[in-house]
């Protein structure tokens, strides 16, 4: 899978397919996307590929601990987004700058107690008024991609600093 922004300046390539895909209809994403919500595809970041000048930009989250967002320098698109649960280790992206948008429908809808009125969800897709629990709703093999990015994650902090 592949993508990128508008004015081409940014392309980026997915070594795998996404964990898990969240629609997300809470009124920040909302705000931010202007539109309806947010389609994100969340993939470990070491399997994420960016080609491009990028900007990252803090935004404020309803949490209080912000959201990264990856931009095109240029065109100023948002391609992902780093969450403070994750952070690094994982990118939401922004499933419409796929090249193939379709390929990625949501998994879940989250947040729904502010979804907007006029639009009607599928019910053959789960859906939330809040969040939901991974370990209920992933399957078995991007449960393990998870705890597999955890534990890559750890790794690297225990590593003793480089001299000099």
Known sequence: MQGGCTCGAVRYR??????FTNCCHCTWCQRETGSAFALNAIIETDLL??????ERVMLPSASGKGQEVVRC?????????HY????????????????RPADCPPEVHIY???KLPWLVLDDR???????YS????W???AQQRREAMKARAALVADRPAPLG
């Open 14 to 19: 997915l070594a795998d397919r996404p964990m």
């Open 134 to 137: 991974l370990k209920e709703l």
């Open 73 to 81: 320098q240029t065109c100023k698109v948002a391609l992902y987004s």
């Open 49 to 54: 590929t960016v080609d491009g000048a990028v």
């Open 84 to 99: 403070a649960g994750a952070g690094r280790l994982a990118a939401f992206v922004r499933v419409g700058t796929m090249d």
């Open 125 to 131: 897709v789960p859906a939330f008024e809040g969040y």
């Open 112 to 114: 729904t107690a502010t």
């Open 139 to 141: 399957p078995a093999a």
